[in-house]
């Protein structure tokens, strides 16, 4: 059964940075485009970032220069650098990836809390 484990998340005062780390285990072939999604208190889920297996990312403005994604394929972990953190990125983080067991499939992580706060 594959797991995505989620660690890094805590509270930082803003202007501080973090760095988020995923790991999948289980049994896999192979793994596609990785992500990093948050979810604010009273808000839906909403993309933060995401990476395809060859390297190529993507992130959303509002982190934009702020976030870096980036992945290990040798150690299947997926990362998220924060940096400059301000408190409205206040949100459970989820990793998300796509991974062939038997079939392609989408994974989630159980989330890490991230508090900006001073």
């Known amino acids: 059964q594959v797991q995505l484990v989620e660690s890094g998340g805590d509270l930082v005062q803003p202007g501080g940075s973090l760095r988020l780390s995923c790991a999948a285990s289980?049994?896999?072939?192979?793994?596609?485009?990785m992500g990093w999604y948050r979810q604010a208190p009273g808000k839906q889920r909403e993309l933060v970032a995401t990476?395809?297996?060859?390297?190529?990312?993507n992130v959303v403005d509002s982190v934009k220069g702020r976030f870096t994604i980036s992945r290990d394929n040798a150690k299947n972990t997926v990362y998220l650098q924060m940096n400059s953190l301000k408190p409205e990125d206040t949100a459970v983080y989820y990793c998300?990836?796509?991974?062939?067991?038997?079939?392609?499939?989408?994974?989630w992580g159980q989330g890490t809390q991230v508090t900006v706060s001073s």
């Open positions: 998300n990836a796509r991974i062939f067991t038997t079939a392609w499939g989408v994974y």
């Open positions: 289980g049994s896999m072939f192979s793994i596609g485009d």
């Open positions: 990476i395809t297996s060859g390297g190529s990312t």
